[in-house]
């Protein structure tokens, strides 16, 4: 029975939703639950409500119902079924003498959602003296119970690293204190960047907490941040019904950003400008502008609502200038109109990304240059020399994204694929790899070989593609990623006959990293994630494939995808090929 002070607080307590959004595309994954409202009950901060609670031993009383409270507010959102609920959980209550596990489990069954849908964030708060080591109690006693985990305010706190190591959480909240002016500060950048990197190394996301301006927000994308929170997305709200599945102005900024600083290159720092004359102007303006300027060897010609029509190339009228028979040709030629002498050169957007520009320059081989518009109209060029500066800092920005371990391209190239891919009327098929009974095999016969099975496996991936047009990523940890852009002709069969290979030889291979008894017996003995030993069977890995494109186009968000990526490699690890496949055309014609 809770005394008055605790009832009042559980009665006038309300919370705020504060949404965390994917970085990339701007929409909606998941909100988190900040409590509001408590000081009627006497507190002065959500602290000393928490640190009051844990010294009268009703710390997990109180945590229950504040978090049925939250809970039943989420479910209130129209979509709360496809997003998930990040909510504070304090390590302590572990400690309490009325503490057991379980109860959320029955709450959300009265809501049908899943324990899928809740993240519970713990803090570096309480991570030394006797609180040491609780974390992990907590974590693994959740995690068995199909809960996310988050840390959150990383960076901060006393043991961040110590806790990341033994915890295994699905995700890093990077504190405020780093994300604050960011784009000011290179220290920042340096432990930010760090972090993103370490995570992805162990397949963790991590989420930028705090972000307020629009520099922020574009400092943590170019930086691989996964997701996104603060003000600059939006601040905290008891409103339910300001929640809404995308953040439009994100799109915006992603826009702006594009144009201005581009994914890979600031186009704009680039462009280079000439004198251009019109398709009507006399043969003489020609001559004017490549004397006046010299280091060009072109001219752009424009018709006279500045739309590009291609160029002319002083090596192309030099031929006619060497006799007065040749000057009076080229005279005639081009009497009312340069038609006759204009060259084809490439043409793109300022907002197109870089690397369709490169496609573009790349497809002709006698393109000068690639002639650049805004809405149509003419804006400069970019040269043969700036567009091989342009490939060299993409180079750069890869290799800074790529996989320490496998040299494979990380998770900013991923998510953006996947973007592209649910944007695009093309077809497309993207396949995430898990491996089956790694970690008793990395626990078995230690990291180095564990890292060694690895990079076997993204070598067989590299070697196995059998597409131009393909990514090979590698998510982080025993995840990996292939995604194709298929031709017309390419057929849904050509790439699963492709994936069968790769699962396939993978499990031939990896034979060989097993000691002649477990190669023998077809198992190792190993603990489980209770510390009980068992029979592990020799490793595997397995394929969930979506595929888009092939049918009706349809619109999926992040969510969606993550959930159907969930239930496709549990059908892929359950089924004798160790591949599960789907179309998303199906799927959503059958909703």
């Given at each position: 029975?809770?005394?008055?002070?605790?009832?009042?607080?559980?009665?006038?307590?309300?919370?705020?939703?504060?949404?965390?959004?994917?970085?990339?595309?701007?929409?909606?994954?998941?909100?988190?639950?900040?409590?509001?409202?408590?000081?009627?009950?006497?507190?002065?901060?959500?602290?000393?409500?928490?640190?009051?609670?844990?010294?009268?031993?009703?710390?997990?009383?109180?945590?229950?119902?504040?978090?049925?409270?939250?809970?039943?507010?989420?479910?209130?959102?129209?979509?709360?079924?496809?997003?998930?609920?990040?909510?504070?959980?304090?390590?302590?209550?572990?400690?309490?003498?009325?503490?057991?596990?379980?109860?959320?489990?029955?709450?959300?069954?009265?809501?049908?959602?899943?324990?899928?849908?809740?993240?519970?964030?713990?803090?570096?708060?309480?991570?030394?003296?006797?609180?040491?080591?609780?974390?992990?109690?907590?974590?693994?006693?959740?995690?068995?119970?199909?809960?996310?985990?988050?840390?959150?305010?990383?960076?901060?706190?006393?043991?961040?690293?110590?806790?990341?190591?033994?915890?295994?959480?699905?995700?890093?909240?990077?504190?405020?204190?780093?994300?604050?002016?960011?784009?000011?500060?290179?220290?920042?950048?340096?432990?930010?960047?760090?972090?993103?990197?370490?995570?992805?190394?162990?397949?963790?996301?991590?989420?930028?907490?705090?972000?307020?301006?629009?520099?922020?927000?574009?400092?943590?994308?170019k930086l691989g941040c996964n997701m996104v929170q603060g003000y600059f997305v939006q601040k905290p709200t008891l409103d339910v019904t300001?929640?809404?599945?995308?953040?439009?102005?994100?799109?915006?900024?992603?826009?702006?950003?594009?144009?201005?600083?581009?994914?890979?290159?600031?186009?704009?720092?680039?462009?280079?400008?000439?004198?251009?004359?019109?398709?009507?102007?006399?043969i003489n303006d020609v001559y004017e502008v490549l004397k006046g300027d010299k280091k060009n060897?072109?001219?752009?010609?424009?018709?006279?609502?500045?739309?590009?029509?291609?160029?002319?190339?002083?090596?192309?009228?030099?031929?006619?200038?060497?006799?007065?028979?040749?000057?009076?040709?080229?005279?005639?030629?081009?009497?009312?109109?340069?038609?006759?002498?204009?060259?084809?050169?490439?043409?793109?957007?300022?907002?197109?990304?870089?690397?369709?520009?490169?496609?573009?320059?790349?497809?002709?081989?006698?393109?000068?240059?690639?002639?650049?518009?805004?809405?149509?109209?003419?804006?400069?060029?970019?040269?043969?020399?700036?567009?091989?500066?342009?490939?060299?800092?993409?180079?750069?920005?890869?290799?800074?994204?790529?996989?320490?371990?496998?040299?494979?391209?990380?998770?900013?190239?991923?998510?953006?694929?996947?973007?592209?891919?649910?944007?695009?009327?093309?077809?497309?098929?993207?396949?995430?790899?898990?491996?089956?009974?790694?970690?008793?095999?990395?626990?078995?016969?230690?990291?180095?070989?564990?890292?060694?099975?690895?990079?076997?496996?993204?070598?067989?991936?590299?070697?196995?593609?059998?597409?131009?047009?393909?990514?090979?990523?590698?998510?982080?940890?025993?995840?990996?990623?292939?995604?194709?852009?298929?031709?017309?002709?390419?057929?849904?069969?050509?790439?699963?006959?492709?994936?069968?290979?790769?699962?396939?030889?993978?499990?031939?291979?990896?034979?060989?990293?097993?000691?002649?008894?477990?190669?023998?017996?077809?198992?190792?003995?190993?603990?489980?994630?209770?510390?009980?030993?068992?029979?592990?069977?020799?490793?595997?890995?397995?394929?969930?494939?979506?595929?888009?494109?092939?049918?009706?186009?349809?619109?999926?968000?992040?969510?969606?995808?993550?959930?159907?990526?969930?239930?496709?490699?549990?059908?892929?690890?359950?089924?004798?090929?160790?591949?599960?496949?789907?179309?998303?055309?199906?799927?959503?014609?059958?909703?």
């Open positions: 029975m809770l005394n008055e002070k605790w009832q009042t607080l559980i009665d006038v307590a309300d919370f705020a939703f504060q949404p965390i959004v994917n970085i990339y595309t701007g929409k909606l994954y998941a909100v988190e639950a900040l409590i509001r409202n408590y000081e009627p009950a006497g507190f002065t901060t959500i602290d000393c409500v928490f640190d009051s609670a844990y010294s009268e031993k009703t710390l997990y009383s109180i945590d229950v119902k504040l978090r049925e409270k939250a809970i039943h507010k989420f479910s209130l959102l129209p979509f709360s079924k496809h997003i998930k609920l990040f909510y504070n959980l304090d390590n302590r209550i572990t400690m309490m003498p009325d503490f057991k596990s379980g109860y959320t489990c029955e709450l959300l069954s009265t809501y049908e959602m899943d324990t899928s849908n809740i993240c519970f964030e713990l803090s570096e708060k309480h991570q030394v003296g006797m609180y040491a080591g609780v974390d992990k109690l907590v974590l693994n006693l959740y995690k068995q119970q199909g809960y996310k985990m988050a840390i959150d305010d990383f960076g901060v706190g006393f043991s961040g690293l110590q806790m990341l190591f033994n915890a295994d959480p699905n995700f890093i909240k990077i504190d405020r204190f780093f994300i604050c002016d960011i784009h000011l500060s290179k220290k920042k950048k340096l432990f930010v960047s760090s972090i993103v990197q370490i995570a992805q190394a162990m397949g963790i996301f991590t989420i930028a907490e705090g972000v307020e301006c629009e520099e922020e927000y574009n400092e943590c994308k300001q929640i809404v599945m995308s953040y439009e102005h994100l799109k915006l900024v992603d826009q702006s950003d594009k144009r201005k600083n581009g994914k890979i290159a600031n186009i704009e720092k680039y462009l280079q400008k000439s004198s251009t004359v019109f398709m009507d102007s006399p060897h072109f001219v752009p010609v424009l018709a006279r609502d500045q739309t590009p029509l291609g160029i002319i190339r002083d090596a192309d009228i030099k031929a006619y200038l060497y006799s007065n028979y040749g000057k009076a040709l080229l005279y005639n030629l081009t009497q009312g109109s340069l038609k006759k002498i204009i060259a084809h050169c490439g043409r793109a957007d300022i907002n197109d990304p870089i690397e369709k520009i490169l496609k573009i320059y790349a497809f002709d081989d006698d393109n000068d240059a690639i002639l650049i518009t805004e809405n149509e109209k003419y804006l400069g060029y970019l040269s043969s020399k700036v567009l091989l500066d342009i490939v060299n800092e993409k180079n750069i920005v890869d290799a800074k994204d790529q996989n320490p371990l496998t040299g494979l391209s990380g998770n900013r190239i991923i998510n953006e694929f996947v973007a592209n891919a649910m944007d695009s009327k093309e077809k497309v098929m993207m396949a995430y790899f898990d491996f089956d009974n790694f970690k008793p095999f990395n626990d078995y016969y230690g990291f180095r070989k564990g890292d060694r099975a690895i990079t076997l496996f993204a070598d067989i991936l590299k070697s196995s593609v059998g597409f131009d047009e393909c990514l090979v990523g590698h998510v982080g940890g025993d995840d990996f990623f292939l995604g194709w852009s298929l031709k017309e002709e390419d057929s849904f069969e050509k790439v699963y006959a492709i994936v069968l290979e790769i699962v396939t030889k993978f499990s031939e291979d990896i034979k060989s990293f097993y000691c002649e008894q477990g190669l023998s017996s077809g198992y190792i003995m190993a603990k489980n994630r209770d510390g009980v030993i068992q029979q592990f069977p020799l490793m595997t890995v397995s394929a969930a494939v979506i595929c888009h494109g092939f049918g009706y186009q349809h619109d999926f968000d992040d969510n969606e995808l993550n959930e159907i990526f969930g239930v496709l490699k549990k059908s892929a690890k359950a089924s004798s090929t160790h591949i599960a496949c789907v179309d998303l055309g199906v799927i959503k014609d059958a909703i």
